[in-house]
């Protein structure tokens, strides 16, 4: 397959994290190009601008399917003094996120991490203040299952502002999860709302994205 015929169609059609794996080896040099350039894909700045809007004053924080740095990058232009480390399955797309820098032309992400978030995830840090996400829970990619998986990266009372497709928010029960996880006291009622992923003018224009806004309870077991 040509770089230039990799898009949606191959990103929703992956089902395991190998399948990740080798296929944003293959995209990590033309993700923004042939995808968020071409689509005119938003859903980075969207997450970074509703992150802006609901989480109050905090220091380190932690992004989630970091891909190639967008929502990092963003986020570190509307919070200029954050702290941010990233976690991406693909070496390859994290060395994409090593390369972008902020407005004063430092490096966004403090650390990158190459994590498997389908399983417990090591943590060689403090548990962060907050964690994000854009683009990564999505078909092939991160289910419900896995955001039992990012709560012990949170500290007790740590927001997760987290972009879930919205065909697979349904299909995959993240409503029936985050109850799940509500009644085990892991997180407190989320609030979801609602993103447009692309730009006016984009031929996806009118797809949308749910967003997950909590904060973490306390550990569950
Ligand atoms: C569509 S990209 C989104 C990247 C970035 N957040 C953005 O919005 O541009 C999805 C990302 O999820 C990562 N990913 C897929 N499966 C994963 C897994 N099991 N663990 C960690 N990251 C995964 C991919 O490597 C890829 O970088």
Do not use: C
Not at 4 to 32: F, H, I
Not at 79 to 101: C, F, H, W, Y
Not at 117 to 130: M, S
């Amino acid at each position: 397959m040509s770089d230039e015929a990799l898009g949606l169609e191959q990103a929703y059609s992956v089902k395991t994290p190998e399948d990740n794996r080798r296929l944003y080896a293959k995209w990590a040099a033309t993700y923004e190009s042939s995808f968020v350039d071409a689509k005119q894909y938003r859903y980075p700045k969207a997450i970074a601008q509703v992150f802006d809007d609901v989480v109050p004053s905090v220091t380190r924080v932690l992004d989630i399917g970091t891909g190639t740095g967008l929502t990092g990058m963003y986020l570190s232009r509307l919070r200029t003094g954050l702290v941010i480390d990233g976690m991406d399955i693909s070496p390859e797309m994290l060395a994409q996120a090593k390369l972008k820098t902020r407005a004063d032309g430092r490096v966004v992400y403090r650390a990158l991490y190459e994590r498997d978030l389908t399983k417990k995830v090591p943590n060689e840090n403090a548990p962060y203040q907050a964690l994000f996400s854009s683009g990564t829970f999505t078909h092939g990619h991160l289910g419900p299952e896995s955001l039992r998986n990012l709560l012990p990266l949170l500290e007790d009372g740590g927001w997760l502002v987290v972009g879930v497709n919205n065909e697979h928010f349904e299909s995959k029960g993240f409503a029936s999860e985050l109850e799940s996880l509500v009644a085990l006291a892991g997180i407190e009622r989320p609030e979801i709302m609602r993103i447009d992923v692309y730009e006016p003018g984009s031929v996806h224009y009118g797809d949308q994205a749910r967003v997950i806004v909590t904060r973490r309870q306390a550990p569950i077991t």
